[in-house]
């Protein structure tokens, strides 16, 4: 991790997260395990790069530590928190695999829940969008299958599992699935810039182009100058003219 990142900032509060939870599982203020992560926090809070570089090394030596405080909580759901936490703190870090070996511990204590099979589905997708190799892809898309497919079925209309399944589906061909996802979340959201984005290219890619065009004047309409996606919206407005002038 490069100073000066986002991750520095990051780890001041996974390690606020490291110490109430340490803490509580193995009892006090004064362990010696609490001692070193409250040595990395206050390091991690510290405004100098040097203090944040020195907080990750500190907190590099309290890892097998932390590791056996997980071991050692004595209340499952504890350690179901615990993990979860951290897993969804590293997420924030784009530490997909790091967080994953959290996740999996909630997960074994808690298979049944949302967040966790959600959280464990959306990295595994992003694992899964960078793999190079042929086999990893192939395994990342089946676990992200998976614990999708879980957390569809305990909230098939929240919009964040959705949209992940609408991504899974049309990246593998599922065209016609995919929009059925993606039209559950704009029945709720019809502004959502992702979700437009994502029905858009379906319409284009199927060659209903009058639809795509709707969906792409109404993205000009309500995006603000200067916004990011803009100019991708304006891209795929030419894309589409020259598509339909061929027709």
């Known amino acids: 991790m490069k100073p000066g990142t986002m991750g520095y900032w990051i780890f001041t509060g996974l390690l606020a997260v490291l110490v109430g939870f340490v803490g509580f599982g193995i009892g006090g203020y004064n362990c010696p395990i609490n001692r070193m992560l409250r040595k990395a926090q206050e390091l991690a809070a510290k405004p100098d790069v040097e203090s944040k570089k020195n907080s990750i090394e500190a907190l590099n030596e309290a890892r097998e530590f932390i590791d056996l405080a997980m071991e050692n909580l004595k209340i499952e759901e504890s350690r179901q928190m615990f993990a979860l936490a ?27 829940d949302y967040s966790i099979n959600y959280d464990i589905a959306f990295c595994y997708m992003r694992m899964y969008q960078f793999a190079a190799d042929t086999q990893k892809k192939e395994e990342y898309y089946q676990k992200t299958l998976h614990h ?11 919009p964040n599992i959705n949209y992940l399944m609408g991504i899974l589906k049309f990246d593998k061909g599922d065209l016609k699935g995919a929009m ?13 810039v992702d979700t437009l984005l994502a029905a858009a290219r379906i319409y284009f890619e199927t060659g ?40």
């Not at 999708?148 to 929240?158: C, E, K, M, W």
């Not at 059925?180 to 959502?192: E, R």
């Open 180 to 192: 059925k996802n993606f039209s559950v979340i704009l029945a709720k959201y019809p502004d959502d």
């Open 208 to 247: 209903d182009y009058t639809k795509a065009q709707k969906i792409y004047i109404k993205l000009e309409s309500i995006l603000p100058e200067g916004h990011p996606k803009l100019k991708l919206v304006e891209q795929n407005m030419q894309n589409l003219s020259g598509s339909m002038a061929n027709e």
């Open 148 to 158: 999708g497919t879980v957390a569809f079925g305990l909230l098939p209309d929240n």
């Open 86 to 112: 951290l897993g969804e703190m590293l997420m924030k870090s784009d530490m997909w695999l790091e967080a994953i070996k959290y996740l999996d511990i909630a997960y074994s204590i808690l298979p049944g």
